[in-house]
């Protein structure tokens, strides 16, 4: 497939649609329900699978290369900053749940809203340095990394 | 056809494309241009598209100055000894001095990095890589760029720059297509930052049918970044350095962890170790500058990636396959045994799916290897990209025209995989570029360089007419044929797609044949894409969907004929592992010490191609 949908999960509510970076999933016009319509071009991101607010979007390996039986699951918090996956093996000998972090600090809180940063100087502007640095690349007070700060010299020309 | 035209006027930063390289440059041109007007105009929706859209498990671009360390020259060595010799040195330096700021950055976003509890620096995987829980790094960096846009339009299809009419070779914004209402978007802008990605899908996949999409760089990766620049005339180099990588075999599930963090490691059919048997008569080809099969005990220089890949494929040539991981040892140990699937949970999914399916557990069998098809891209351990300035402090003459990231075309420049000739950038050098690009865009505006830029309407109306042509075609020529998809009018874009990967594959040196072509193969191969290209002005497209692909489709055909090119000129194999020359099968630094570059004349469609110096700005050792 690789994506389906189950039929009675879906409420055709779109978050999928909204979310492929590959633009196939799709609303089917007689069922009001998701379905994959282009399973060739789908990457198994899963990015769909996570945004599904039902559960109801699944994934079949790849039939030119996966057999069937298999599972893999995903349930992703972006509230409790984590990420939990169950996979099954088609024979049932393993059965593995994982979890993951994926954030360590309240969704987006921590990203400055620069047009309220200080304005940059002109010494800045003509600096080699961008936004926070290089208070961002050091501890200590040292400045960007020059060729000659490294001890270096510039070597146009020379070829080895 | 009666599709609304949408004008976005007085945009001074469009950036085209936020993936990794978009995302920073959206980010950081808020903060020079605080009060300058920054549209993003993105494919797919921001919060996951791109590479990076699954998530990543490393970043692999850091330096750890903070830490003592690495500093970016040694960072320029590893990359241009990788790359066989051939970078841009002063765009990789500059890249690698502000990479760690990037990733800091994103360490107080809330991105979870992994730390090494004895040293309290971050947890490595290798020399140059980090680990971290990255599933969210796309919607984290996502965020950070809608934080810092005017407004952000999702679901756009950029199909051409726009140019200015008062002013040649000069960008003024660019045109495309809503994939959802199928409106003609207009982008009036000062400065346009490229991000829009390298090209999977231009050489025939390894998988087939349904499979098609498991490909190791996203199958929506259509090279747009390559086919918007070339279209504008904007030069290009190092388009024939194109990647093939050793990845786990179907799934392409990565391996620098499992190298790297794990330990495991490669053997053949027989359980023998393989890759040093190739290299001797290896160095006979490439040379003991880039392969010392003697000193490499003490230079402990790694091996390029791509000789590492030569001795793989003639292992297999060989009969000696399958080639296998060797991970039943670290698999013992349940610690590595759950880092190697969060590895791919965190970005390859696919991965674990094929091995649930087929029930290979690596703690009880050593999973099989393969070599992909080639992909292009310049921010991996390839560099295909634009032509751009570098930095004014570090650039000799022949790279410097003012604004860093620049192509040679005004006020349009590049990041990530659109930036020629800085490999190894990754995700987090792939931001850094943006925000480099946003910063030299903000100062060109700032500089007056954007004054006077006229758009006509005949430029804006016959874009127009170009974009939708695909729909009127299959309109026009549908109810010629009862049904079906077999048509004496058209092709669609799926079969424009599965053509161009045939003929990209046998001509220019994909899987089937060992990556291997030859001159002659190589103008057989320009001579169909020619062919092709009158073909593509009779794609036809059902919906907007399907005109979504037939613009995908153009972009690759721009990109493959550009590879193509490069490689005709490259008269040399620079670069065994990933592609060879039959006919010059020698590394030859005499004549070939040096970047290629070329640009397509917009009016004729005709190549010229150049060589440019490589310039060694960092020293060999010092
Ligand atoms: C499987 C995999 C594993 C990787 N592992 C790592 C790793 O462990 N660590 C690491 O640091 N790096 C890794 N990388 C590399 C990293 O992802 C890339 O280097 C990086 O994402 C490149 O950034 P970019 O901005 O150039 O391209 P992308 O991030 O691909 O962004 C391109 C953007 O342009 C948009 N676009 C494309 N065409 C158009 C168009 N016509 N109009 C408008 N928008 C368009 C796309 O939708 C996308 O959003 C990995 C990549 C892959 C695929
Ligand atoms: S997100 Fe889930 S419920 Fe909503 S349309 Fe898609 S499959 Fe259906
Ligand atoms: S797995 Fe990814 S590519 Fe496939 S349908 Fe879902 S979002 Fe799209």
New interface residues.
């Given amino acids: 497939m690789p994506t389906f949908v189950y039929m009675t999960r879906c409420d055709g509510c779109g978050h999928c649609v909204d979310i492929c970076p590959s633009d196939i999933m799709h609303i089917d016009k007689v069922t009001r329900r998701a379905y994959n319509i282009e399973p060739n071009m789908c990457w198994e991101c899963f990015s769909c699978v996570k945004a599904c607010p039902h559960h109801a979007i699944d994934v079949r390996g790849y039939a030119d290369f996966a057999p069937l039986g298999h599972s893999v699951r995903v349930h992703r918090d972006e509230e409790k900053g984590v990420i939990a996956w169950r996979i099954k093996f088609r024979n049932g000998e393993k059965d593995m749940d994982l979890l993951a972090p994926i954030t360590t600090k309240p969704w987006g809180k921590h990203i400055p809203q620069l047009r309220d940063a200080a304005a940059p100087s002109q010494e800045m502007r003509n600096s080699q340095l961008l936004f926070n640095e290089p208070k961002y690349i050091r501890l200590d007070e040292g400045g960007l990394h020059t060729l000659e700060s490294n001890g270096l010299k510039f070597k146009a020309g020379v070829y080895y | 056809m009666a599709y609304k035209t949408v004008v976005e006027d007085n945009i001074d930063v469009l950036v085209v494309g936020a993936g990794l390289g978009g995302t920073g440059a959206a980010?950081?041109a808020?903060?020079?241009g605080?009060d300058k007007k920054i549209i993003i105009a993105e494919k797919?929706?921001i919060?996951?598209?791109?590479a990076v859209?699954?998530g990543l498990y490393a970043i692999n671009c850091y330096m750890g100055?903070?830490f003592g360390e690495n500093?970016?020259?040694d960072h320029v060595r590893y990359a241009r000894m990788d790359l066989m010799g051939m970078v841009r040195e002063d765009l990789l330096?500059?890249m690698a001095?502000?990479v760690?700021?990037a990733v800091?950055?994103f360490e107080?976003?809330?991105?979870?990095i992994m730390r090494n509890p004895k040293t309290g620096s971050y947890l490595r995987e290798g020399r140059w890589q980090i680990m971290i829980?990255g599933?969210?790094y796309k919607p984290?960096v996502a965020?950070?760029a809608k934080?810092?846009a005017d407004k952000v339009y999702n679901?756009i299809c950029v199909t051409h720059l726009l140019m200015d009419d008062s002013k040649a070779n000069r960008v003024a914004g660019a045109v495309g297509f809503n994939?959802r209402t199928g409106d003609y978007h207009v982008f009036k802008s000062k400065t346009v930052i490229v991000g829009a990605g390298g090209a999977s899908n231009i050489f025939k996949p390894r998988?087939?049918?349904?499979?098609?999409?498991?490909?190791w760089y996203?199958?929506?990766s259509s090279g747009s970044a390559y086919g918007l620049m070339i279209q504008a005339g904007a030069k290009m180099t190092q388009m024939e350095n194109r990647i093939v990588l050793a990845r786990f075999k179907?799934g392409y599930g990565p391996v620098g962890a499992y190298f790297l963090h794990l330990k495991t490691y490669t053997q053949n059919c027989n359980g023998e170790e393989y890759e040093s048997k190739w290299f001797p008569a290896l160095s006979e080809m490439v040379g003991k500058?880039y392969l010392d099969t003697e000193g490499q005990h003490l230079s402990h220089k790694p091996i390029p990636t791509c000789l590492r890949n030569h001795a793989f494929i003639n292992e297999v040539n060989a009969g000696r396959g399958p080639i296998h991981m060797v991970t039943m040892e670290a698999f013992q140990d349940p610690h590595l045994e759950?880092i190697g699937?969060?590895n791919f949970?965190?970005m390859t999914?696919?991965q674990?799916?094929?091995?649930?399916?087929?029930?290979v557990?690596p703690k009880f069998e050593n999973p099989e290897l393969t070599t992909s098809e080639p992909y292009v891209m310049g921010s991996h351990a390839t560099g295909c990209g634009a032509w751009c300035s570098g930095?004014e402090?570090?650039s000799?003459p022949e790279y410097y025209w003012g604004y860093n990231r620049m192509t040679t075309v005004e006020g349009l420049f590049g990041a990530g995989d659109a930036v020629g000739g800085t490999p190894h950038a990754f995700s987090s050098g792939s931001f850094t570029e943006g925000?480099?690009a946003a910063?030299a865009a903000c100062?060109y505006i700032?500089d007056g360089k954007a004054a006077g830029i006229r758009v006509s309407d005949e430029q804006i109306a016959r874009r127009k007419q170009e974009i939708y042509k695909p729909m009127e075609h299959y309109k026009v020529y549908r109810n010629e044929i009862t049904a079906g998809s077999v048509n004496p009018n058209y092709i669609n874009p799926r079969q424009g797609l599965d053509r161009l990967q045939k003929l990209m594959d046998e001509y220019c040196a994909g899987v089937t044949v060992s990556y291997m072509t030859n001159e002659k193969l190589l103008h057989i191969g320009l001579k169909k894409l020619k062919i092709m290209e009158e073909d593509l002005e009779k794609v036809a497209a059902e919906d907007i969907?399907e005109l979504?692909r037939a613009w995908e489709l153009k972009h690759r055909h721009l990109t493959s004929e550009s590879v193509m090119q490069h490689t005709l000129f490259r008269k040399e194999t620079r670069w065994p592992g990933y592609y060879y020359r039959g006919d010059a099968m020698k590394l030859d630094d005499e004549n070939w010490?040096v970047l290629t570059v070329s640009r397509r004349d917009p009016q004729t469609g005709e190549y010229t191609m150049e060589k440019a110096?490589?310039?060694?700005?960092?020293?060999?050792d010092?």
């Fill in positions: 980010w950081e808020r903060y020079w605080q797919a929706n919060d996951r598209s791109g859209a699954q100055t903070r500093n970016p020259e330096f500059d001095r502000h760690d700021s800091h950055q107080e976003w809330g991105m979870p829980h599933e969210s984290l965020e950070a934080k810092s679901r994939v998988s087939v049918g349904e499979g098609a999409g498991r490909v996203a199958p929506w179907d500058a759950e699937w969060h949970l965190g999914v696919g674990a799916v094929l091995w649930a399916a087929t029930d557990n930095p402090d570090l000799p925000r480099l910063k100062k700032d969907h979504l010490h110096p490589c310039y060694h700005i960092v020293g060999k010092d």
